[in-house]
């Protein structure tokens, strides 16, 4: 326990961007409330590189915090916050002050708007905490000793349960060499220090490092190649500190091709996975092969030849007699209405040819990815702006469809990219989809922003559900709440199992929450429930129908007509028009 240091001035300490997945600079909208910044954990007693104190920011939008001040119990000890510092919606962000100042035994941190007049929030110590102290829940609850140190994540809470399992083996020449993955499927950070990876041989021993921890639902790649080499026949076992204590194992008796890995993560069986995906959720090609899909074989062409070209993206069903789909290039929406057995442009209301989007500005050509027909009005995720392809805009528009308009702006938008992490323009969501607040609340979701229960009275003015948005680039659905203003939240971050996501679409019905993938996992789908840990989880993934051919398939969606023997109809969108079509229709399984 060393005692407090009072160091000189010096330079500005840098200031370490960790909002969780990913912050980066933010739009004029950062001038928001600064009573939505909090002190959120502290680190007094030699973190890494040193002391610290984590900022978040509780709001719905961007906060600039440049020039920003913070101070421990002596006024003339002061640290400025520089320049070009913002703080995500619901993010972190950590500001390591030892090289200005310590933080001792008894101390404080204090936080202060620019001038370092107006105190923000303050938290005050008589002795090192043995880990860190954090608000519990984040930004809002009272401080306590934290069970882990969590620098710049959601924080470790006393109450819950890491559950820490090897998710992924690399033992045949990776980056930079053998490396065993790590993840946490439990409720609460886990601190690692001192915890022993072995292979086959107990002489073979890995110790991972003190002030390692992993967060709720995070991955850990460990490179064990410098301590023994992971053999054509070999294991991967996991020990608590000591090396005594078994935690997991797994054994192989052959190199995989690119690496072995539970699908789905964290909790099932190993199967070859890939490619490798160190660090992340992992590669199964849609889950486990050979699940049949529940519902007919038989697929059939649902639009007439060369409708719709290519492009065709995202669909959802207002009612069984009306469907929308929305067009990536040029951004276009339709209305689409029975046709005998196919489906096509209503002739009626102007909307034989679609109409087009554009940005609420009535600039633009959006990438029309996903849309969702919600009781708060119709919504489109885009990735990009056409009219300038080269640049990542991610952003969810709400349209008035029922404007007589022939081209239509958006009545709300939501840009989402600064909270996203860094995905190629053509790479980012592709899907969403609307969950209720009434499933969310029965089912005990958790919000991982508060630690706790999601309390749909904590975003006023976000409508009836959350929306979830789901990626090319990694296979993550992100769960937003969407306020007014164009402010949000980032409530929840979900792995699909998927390396890429095109599609999602919530079923009422059952409580499903289903993530389809393209020819990139050979046409699987994935469904997902809110389980005992308050968390969307893979359930169950499926083959495409036998009678779907691997198609660039990047919409679907369920018809909520009634069951017919047992059968309901889903309809899927194929981006490349293959053959002159564009949908394609077969049953689901009314269970």
């Known amino acids: 326990m060393r005692t407090h240091q009072h160091r000189s001035m010096g330079l500005a300490v840098v200031v370490l961007s960790v909002a969780a997945l990913g912050l980066t600079g933010t739009p004029a909208a950062a001038k928001a409330q600064a009573t939505t910044v909090r002190i959120n954990e502290v680190e007094s007693n030699g973190g890494s590189p040193g002391d610290w104190v984590e900022l978040v920011n509780t709001g719905g939008t961007a906060v600039d915090v440049s020039g920003w001040v913070l ?89 819950g349960t890491a559950v820490v ?84 194992t797994y054994t192989w008796t052959a190199h995989a091709a690119a690496t072995y890995g539970r699908c789905v ?72 209405v029975p046709d005998g057995a196919n489906w096509r442009p209503d002739p009626a209301g102007g909307w034989a040819s679609g109409k087009s989007l554009r940005y609420a500005n009535g600039g633009g050509d959006p990438d029309a990815e996903g849309v969702a027909v919600t009781p708060d009005g119709t919504f489109v995720v885009t990735e990009r702006d056409n009219a300038n392809s080269d640049v990542s805009l991610v952003k969810v528009l709400r349209y008035d469809t029922a404007s007589g308009a022939g081209t239509l702006n958006a009545a709300a938008e939501w840009n989402l990219t600064a909270d996203l992490p860094s995905m190629a323009p053509n790479s980012g969501p592709e899907g969403i989809a609307f969950v209720p607040d009434t499933y969310l609340t029965a089912n005990g979701f958790l919000d991982e922003r508060t630690g706790a229960a999601y309390q749909p009275g904590s975003y006023p003015g976000h409508g009836t559900g959350l929306f979830l948005v789901g990626a090319e680039a990694n296979g993550t659905v992100y769960a937003y709440a969407l306020q007014a203003g164009g402010t949000y939240v980032r409530v929840a971050t979900i792995t699909s199992g998927f390396p890429a996501v095109m599609e999602l679409e919530f079923e009422p019905g059952t409580g499903r929450l289903w993530a389809s993938c393209d020819d990139t996992c050979q046409g699987r789908s994935a469904t997902l429930a809110v389980n005992a840990q308050g968390r969307f989880a893979v359930t169950a993934t499926y083959d495409r129908p036998t009678g779907l051919p691997d198609y660039n398939n990047e919409g679907f969606a369920i018809s909520p007509a009634a069951c017919v023997n047992g059968r309901r109809p889903v309809l899927w969108a194929d981006d490349s028009n293959d053959g002159g079509h564009a949908l394609r229709a077969g049953t689901l399984t009314c269970s």
């Open 165 to 248: 399992r090897i998710n992924e083996v690399e033992s045949n020449g990776g980056s930079p060499g053998d490396w065993v993955e790590l993840v946490n499927t439990g409720t609460a950070a886990a601190n690692l220090a001192g915890w022993v990876i072995k292979d086959n041989d107990n002489s073979h021993s890995f110790t991972i490092p003190t002030g390692t921890t992993l967060p709720v639902g995070g991955f850990l790649a460990l490179d064990v190649e410098a301590s023994f080499g992971l053999g054509s026949a070999d294991s991967a076992r996991l020990y608590k500190p000591g090396g005594s204590t078994l935690v997991d």
């Open 265 to 336: 993560d964290g909790t099932g069986a190993f199967t070859s996975t890939s490619p490798a995906t160190k660090g992340a959720a992992n590669s199964c090609g849609g889950g486990n092969p050979g699940t049949t899909w529940p519902g007919d074989a038989a697929v059939t062409v649902a639009d007439g030849s060369n409708v719709f070209g290519t492009n065709l993206s995202g669909l959802s069903f207002q009612d069984a007699g009306v469907l929308w789909a929305v067009k990536n290039g040029p951004g276009t929406i339709y209305r689409l």
């Open 71 to 159: 101070r421990d119990n002596d006024n003339s000890h002061t640290l400025t916050i520089p320049t070009g510092t913002t703080i995500a919606a619901g993010g972190f962000r950590v500001v390591d002050v030892e090289a200005v100042f310590g933080l001792g035994s008894a101390d404080s941190a204090r936080l202060y708007q620019p001038g370092g007049s107006t105190l923000v929030d303050t938290h005050t110590w008589t002795a090192h905490a043995t880990t860190t102290y954090g608000r519990c829940a984040d930004g809002s609850g009272a401080f306590t000793t934290t069970t882990a140190s969590t620098r710049g994540a959601a924080n470790a809470c006393p109450g």
